[in-house]
């Protein structure tokens, strides 16, 4: 029981910082854009590796979670 609470909250805790950074990251390039449309070819490869790494940690607290759910004794 204590596994799976552990389990759900570093899913729900590890998906808010990904969440609030992607809404940043999309807020700033849309801005930039509307700002400066010819620059769209050297906004976009640095805003899709940015999104990459931080839709990595959201993938981490999934990976977290899952093991905490599956390999923690006592998880069921």
Not at 30 to 48: H, K, Q, T
């Amino acid at each position: 029981m204590d596994s799976n609470l552990a389990a759900g909250l570093a899913m729900g805790l590890g998906a808010i910082g990904p969440g609030i950074g992607l809404g940043i990251a999309v807020s700033k390039a849309m801005e930039a854009l509307g700002r400066n449309p010819e620059a769209s070819g050297a906004i976009f490869v640095p805003y899709i590796l940015g999104i990459a790494l931080a839709e990595a940690i959201g993938i981490y607290a999934l990976v977290v979670s899952l093991l905490l759910i599956f390999v923690v004794p006592g998880a069921a």
